[in-house]
């Protein structure tokens, strides 16, 4: 009964690179968000994903952040040419339904950016 | 738009205390009410929620109820244990015609819990 699983838990990069985040939703969820932790924060919704298709990004940055949801395969949370503000612990939930469904989270991938 | 204050922490209790950590929120429609507890190193567990004003949402020992009056749903427990120290967060989930399910959530306030 795998919960959601989120790879890795720890990543380390330097300025400049690129960060790559996964995201298995619990079995039977077509439904998954992305949430970013700052240090002493709450968490910010990022962006809401059905398989194939983003719904709602209107927490995403504009630039050098993206996310996928591919038919096949985990969710991507991909962070391009990193800076030190990227630095954070990232949530990745998913619902059955979506809508006021309870989101499961995964234990989070905690980024730092040298 | 919609958002949610918590009480700011640390709240510092002894073992068998009484617990209460506020909550209010402000939302436009008819929102959904959350507390999820996170344990060190770990996400976000739901620790209880309600759908509708005066639903009271429990487990654990845990309550809230909504208020819709007061627009609050403040989370108590009449005794904590050692094992309740953690992170506690209220959200709220919009309902309304986009309902797309994204949480809102507070601060967070940290519980310490003391033998």
């Known amino acids: 009964n795998a919960g959601v699983m989120q790879n890795p838990r720890h990543l380390v990069r330097r300025r400049g690179q690129e960060a790559r985040l996964r995201c298995s939703p619990m079995k039977g969820h077509s439904h998954v968000y992305w949430y970013r932790q700052l240090p002493e924060e709450g968490l910010k919704f990022m962006v809401y994903?059905?398989?194939?298709?983003?719904?709602?990004e209107s927490g995403m940055p504009k630039e050098r952040f993206s996310a996928e949801f591919p038919k096949e395969g985990p969710s991507i949370l991909r962070i391009q040419q990193v800076v030190r503000g990227d630095s954070a612990a990232y949530f990745c939930?998913?619902?059955?339904?979506?809508?006021?469904?309870?989101?499961?989270f995964g234990d989070g991938t905690r980024l730092s950016i040298l | 738009g919609d958002s949610v204050t918590q009480m700011e922490g640390p709240v510092t209790l002894s073992e068998e205390a009484f617990l209460t950590i506020n909550c209010t929120y402000t939302a436009t429609g008819y929102p959904s009410l959350f507390w999820y507890v996170q344990y060190p190193g770990e996400g976000l567990q739901l620790l209880l929620k309600a759908t509708k004003a005066d639903d009271k949402g429990s487990n654990k020992g845990f309550e809230a109820t909504y208020r819709k009056e007061t627009t609050s749903f403040h989370l108590e427990k009449g005794s904590v244990q050692v094992s309740d120290s953690a992170v506690y967060f209220c959200?709220?989930?919009?309902?309304?015609?986009?309902?797309?399910?994204?949480?809102?959530f507070g601060q967070g306030t940290t519980l310490q819990v003391k033998p």
């Open positions: 994903l059905q398989k194939e298709n983003i719904i709602d």
């Open positions: 959200a709220l989930s919009d309902n309304g015609s986009s309902n797309t399910g994204k949480l809102i």
């Open positions: 939930a998913s619902s059955h339904d979506g809508g006021a469904q309870p989101q499961h």
